[in-house]
């Protein structure tokens, strides 16, 4: 990634790898997508792309003034890695970002055959926190979407959202749910990895359908600041009262301040691969294949049973 986001949560991905290898495939590279925005107190960023043949990625970030910032950034390979990130913080702060991969899986056999297609999910997190009380207008939200399309037609998706409105807490999951065990009533809900396997039927020789991954966060803030005391300190010349005649007051405290809380999300790949699938983990996103029996074959294999069957029942009666 081009830059650094702040307070980065945990790794978070849905991560897909086209193994065609052993698959009877015909193939071409992915159609990818990045997009990002980010505002704070009035102000936008200008979106910060970079586009190739076989990665894309685009960053949003805006600073407004102390402890008001908002940044989204996005980014989609060819190796199939993708990943979004979106946080925002202070007084009206929002990021959104979204990636996605289009491919193509044609059966270039001559036979029909059944596909199926496996993705993994590293694990991720997503937080709407306070770290001070908030007014009662004062509101932080964050929300996910993640979406496996087949021509189309939605066959898997997980979502996500957790809403903070004056400290008071909501939150909501729907499709498959990553981890049962957090319900995201703190603020805060993670998950861990794992893979999920889609039966994506039946292909006749040259027939093809459009695989389509898609994801998506954003992040909205809208809180004040919180004074504290952050320890003694020295006015004057390089931070010492009276070094060289510069500053001789000194200062017992120092007031600091910090915004009452974040909204942040990131849902993407562990490692920043780019286009390089040494570095991919090859059971990612793999399509598998079996052979459909012909119905001659079905006829030829139903009669076989048949005939093993009355073989049993004869010996047993003999």
Not at 57 to 79: E, H, K, L, P, V
Not at 276 to 288: C, G, H, I, K, M
Request: proline share 4%; net charge negative; hydrophobic share 35%.
């Amino acid at each position: 990634m081009n830059f650094s986001l702040p307070s980065r949560p945990t790794l978070i991905a849905v991560s897909l790898f086209a193994w065609f290898s052993q698959v009877p495939l015909a193939h071409a590279l992915p159609v990818l997508g990045a997009s990002s925005a980010a505002s704070s107190n009035g102000s936008t960023a200008t979106p910060s792309d970079w586009v190739t043949p076989e990665y894309r990625n685009s960053s949003s970030y805006i600073w407004s003034g102390d402890n008001n910032s908002a940044s989204g950034y996005a980014f989609s390979s060819a190796t199939g890695a993708y990943a979004v990130s979106s946080s925002a913080y202070g007084y009206n702060g929002s990021a959104s970002a979204m990636a996605s991969i289009l491919a193509t899986v044609t059966n270039a056999s001559n036979v029909a055959q059944n596909f199926s297609l496996t993705f993994k999910i590293y694990g991720g997190s997503i937080s709407a926190t306070n770290y001070y009380a908030l007014d009662a207008d004062e509101y932080l939200s964050v929300d996910y979407l993640a979406s496996i399309k087949i021509d189309g037609n939605q066959v898997w998706y997980s979502s996500a959202s957790i809403q903070n409105n004056g400290g008071v807490i909501t939150h909501d999951k729907s499709g498959t749910d990553l981890n049962s065990n957090d319900d995201g009533s703190d603020g805060y809900y993670s998950w861990q990895s794992r893979y999920v396997t889609i039966d994506l039927g039946v292909l006749d020789p040259n027939e093809s359908l459009d695989v389509l991954a898609e994801l998506s966060d954003s992040a909205t803030s809208n809180v004040g600041v919180y004074a504290y005391d952050c320890g003694g300190g020295y006015e004057g010349y390089g931070g010492y009262g009276g070094y060289g005649g510069y500053g001789p007051v000194l200062q017992s405290t120092s007031v600091c301040t910090q915004s009452k809380g974040n909204a942040s999300a990131f849902y993407g790949d562990p490692f920043e691969i780019e286009a390089n699938p040494v570095n991919a983990d090859p059971n990612s996103l793999r399509v598998t294949t079996r052979a459909v029996p012909e119905p001659g074959s079905l006829a030829l294999l139903a009669l076989a049973a048949g005939a093993a069957g009355v073989a049993r029942r004869r010996k047993k009666r003999d």
